[in-house]
C-alpha cells in the first residue's frame, strides 16, 4: 500500500484546512486507518484514526470537537478536517493504515510522506 497524504499549507488560527490520504497499490476497505503529527524537536504523536467500516473513530484529547476524520472507501481515500485550528497544531501530518485502530504507530504498517500544516496567530 502507497500512502500521499495532501492538502497540508499555511492556514490562519480559527480557519479550516481538509487533509487527504489517498491510497494505491491496494484497496484500503479492510484497514484501519490513522493520522498522526509531528512538530520540530516532538515526537510523533497521535492525532486520529478510523476503523475500517468508518463506524469507529478515535482522537487525541488535544484535537477533541475540533478536527474530524472520515473515509470514502470508493475513492481509496480518508480525511482530516482541521477546523479551528491553533498555532500548537503546526506539524508535519502523516496518515498510517494498519491491520487495527490504535494509538500507537506500531498499530499501523503502511506511511505516507506527510504533509506541512502551518497555523498562524
Known amino acids: ?3 500521499q497524504a495532501s492538502g497540508g499549507g499555511l492556514v ?5 484546512l481538509r487533509l487527504s490520504c489517498a491510497a494505491s497499490g491496494r484497496t484500503l476497505s479492510r484497514y484501519a486507518m490513522g493520522w498522526f503529527r509531528q512538530a520540530p ?7 486520529a484514526g478510523i476503523g475500517w467500516s468508518s463506524g469507529v473513530t478515535d482522537y487525541a484529547d488535544s484535537v477533541k470537537g475540533r478536527f474530524t476524520t472520515s473515509r ?8 482530516l478536517q482541521m477546523n479551528s485550528p491553533k498555532p500548537e497544531d503546526t506539524a ?5 493504515a494498519g ?9 499501523y504498517e503502511y506511511w505516507g510522506q506527510g504533509t506541512q500544516v502551518t497555523v498562524s496567530s
Open 41 to 47: 524537536g516532538k515526537e510523533r504523536e497521535f492525532v
Open 12 to 16: 490562519q488560527d480559527g480557519g479550516s
Open 72 to 79: 470514502d472507501n470508493a475513492k481509496n481515500t480518508m480525511y
Open 1 to 3: 500500500v502507497q500512502l
Open 92 to 96: 508535519v501530518y502523516f496518515c498510517a
Open 99 to 107: 491491520r487495527t485502530l490504535g494509538r500507537t504507530q506500531s498499530a
